[in-house]
């Protein structure tokens, strides 16, 4: 079962929302756990799409559709990425439309992403007039004035006849999960990696009710606790800081991990500190530094620990999760 369905899910995405991790080395995880399916794939082409990579994101959209032929917004990346890639090389309207147009079957028309989608690709293929159509119907169906003024921006320039080149970041993760979430208001993960997106724009109020309502819809959202925690503990602005419920939240995502998950543990320990537990902090932190599955990892987590040792607790930026 592929992302945006219904029913019980396994968590691919703590490397890819991290937005450290490198797409290739990433992905050597759940493969080696024997776990690899569409989702994986979609994954993966996410992160390579806004690393500018659009050779693995194409290759990966395409896998992840092989391994589930209904999988829309596998379609529908694919299709963005073919429509408004800013490298010339990579776009086919052609392709573009014949992918979107899968998209908005899968969603029965009822999806604006996958219909702005469609509307790109057309004016990538020189249909104005189709674009502009499929633009206007998308309007009516963004779930907020952000969306809908970006919509508008690219509808005036397929009125000009003009396509739509976009960079990596396309239509935005928030966007895309807003559009997850109105399909399927119970969908955790959505919120979940919805949240992960505000947080890396410094929106910390929207980060946490996201990261709480996964939890509300999934009390094993193992992650949603984990990055509320880090927001809880590490966030730059003091407001937001709270050790005490760091720390519970923390725990909670060790004690779902089992105790052998290295970031949630490092998670614990920049919580702690928060908190002002430093030997506490040290201990989970010295724990965590003999289970990260590479050096980079090692490096980051070598500093806090210092950090603690010191008597300093971690302070990271908006996109620095662990």
Known sequence: MSCFTQGNRVDF????????VDADVYYSLPTTRGRVNADVYYWRGLAR????????????YSEAIRLDPRFAWAYNSRAWLWATCPDD?????????????????????KGAFPLGTLAAAYAESGD?????????????????DKDREKGLARLELYKAHRPYCEGPEASGAEADYSEAIRLDPKYAEAYYIRGRAWGNKGEYDRAIADYNEAIRLDPKST???NNRAWLWATCPDDIYRDGKRAVES???ACK????KEAFSLGTLAAAYAES????????????????YPDDKYREKGLARLELYKAHRPYRGGPADYL
């Open 276 to 291: 002002g537990d430093f030997d506490a902090a040290v201990k989970c932190q010295e724990k965590a530094q003999a289970m």
């Open 49 to 60: 799409r806004r690393q500018g990579n659009w050779t693995g994101a194409e290759a990966d």
């Open 89 to 109: 090389k990579y776009r086919d309207g052609k392709r573009a439309v014949e992918s979107a147009t899968r998209a908005c079957k899968l969603t029965k028309w």
């Open 128 to 144: 104005f007039d189709a674009a502009v159509k499929c633009q206007e119907k998308a309007q009516a169906m963004y779930p907020d």
């Open 256 to 259: 779902l991990t089992k105790w």
């Open 223 to 225: 992650w949603a606790y």
């Open 250 to 252: 923390a725990t909670r």
């Open 13 to 20: 995405t703590l490397p890819i929302t991290r937005g450290q």
